[in-house]
């Protein structure tokens, strides 16, 4: 897991998307103009949340988000995804 040097504020979040497949189960190789935006990742960064809406999920969790949640962020090279927990449907 990496460590990255972003503090989200409130209920953001910072998720490091998991890559998605790049062969079928029948060893075919999907071309990136096909594939699908990743739908999971790995969260690296938690705000502490709101009087109202405490945050839930923690660094480590994977989590499952929607196909256009979150601004996207590059840091020191790695692409990730700033969102707010509620556009987080589930860990994982």
Same mark, same amino acid.
């Given at each position: 897991?990496?460590?990255?040097?972003? &503090?989200?504020?409130?209920?953001? +979040?910072? =998720?490091?998307?998991?890559?998605?497949?790049? %062969?079928? *189960?029948?060893?075919?190789?999907?071309?990136?103009?096909?594939?699908?935006?990743?739908?999971?990742?790995?969260?690296?960064?938690?705000?502490?949340?709101? &009087?109202?809406?405490?945050?839930? +999920?923690? =660094?480590?969790?994977?989590?499952?988000?929607? %196909?256009? *949640?979150?601004?996207?962020?590059?840091?020191?090279?790695?692409?990730?995804?700033?969102?707010?927990?509620?556009?987080?449907?589930?860990?994982?």
């Amino acid at each position: 897991m990496s460590t990255i040097k972003i &503090k989200p504020l409130a209920d953001r +979040v910072v =998720v490091e998307p998991i890559a998605a497949e790049t %062969k079928t *189960a029948s060893g075919l190789y999907i071309p990136d103009s096909a594939k699908e935006k990743p739908q999971q990742g790995k969260v690296v960064a938690v705000g502490k949340g709101t &009087k109202e809406e405490p945050t839930t +999920v923690k =660094v480590g969790d994977t989590v499952l988000y929607g %196909k256009f *949640a979150g601004t996207e962020l590059k840091l020191d090279g790695n692409d990730y995804l700033i969102m707010r927990e509620s556009d987080i449907f589930a860990i994982i």
